[in-house]
């Protein structure tokens, strides 16, 4: 079993910045990848940015060049960086890793961006 605590999150206005942060109960290297998602009100669960154990980085069109993701080894974190953030980012974010085995979400983490 692995457990993800997801932090970070708030409220920031349009322009400005966050950095969320995914603490995982085990090593990274457990995880073929570990990536981030999003859900907005009323619209599905998205991809926002994923990567994998290579270190392999995949972002959706819309945060490309706004948002990095980034694995910390030693500390079994993954983390993303969010620049210039537009209210249409607003949504609850989850955390997700894959292993041989299974699938892991966190309890995901709000995020509100005010125009």
């Known amino acids: 079993q692995v457990h993800l605590v997801e932090s970070g999150g708030g409220l920031v206005q349009a322009g400005g910045s966050l950095r969320l942060s995914c603490a995982a109960s085990?090593?990274?290297?457990?995880?073929?990848?570990m990536g981030w998602y999003r859900q907005a009100p009323g619209k599905q669960r998205e991809l926002v940015a994923t990567?994998?154990?290579?270190?392999?980085?995949n972002y959706a069109d819309s945060v490309k060049g706004r948002f990095t993701i980034a694995r910390d080894n030693a500390k079994s974190t993954v983390n993303l960086q969010m620049n210039s953030l537009k209210p249409e980012d607003t949504a609850v974010y989850y955390c997700?890793?894959?292993?041989?085995?299974?699938?892991?979400w966190g309890q995901g983490t709000q995020v509100t961006v005010s125009s």
């Open positions: 997700k890793v894959v292993t041989s085995l299974s699938t892991y």
């Open positions: 085990v090593s990274v290297y457990s995880f073929s990848s």
């Open positions: 990567i994998s154990r290579a270190g392999t980085t």
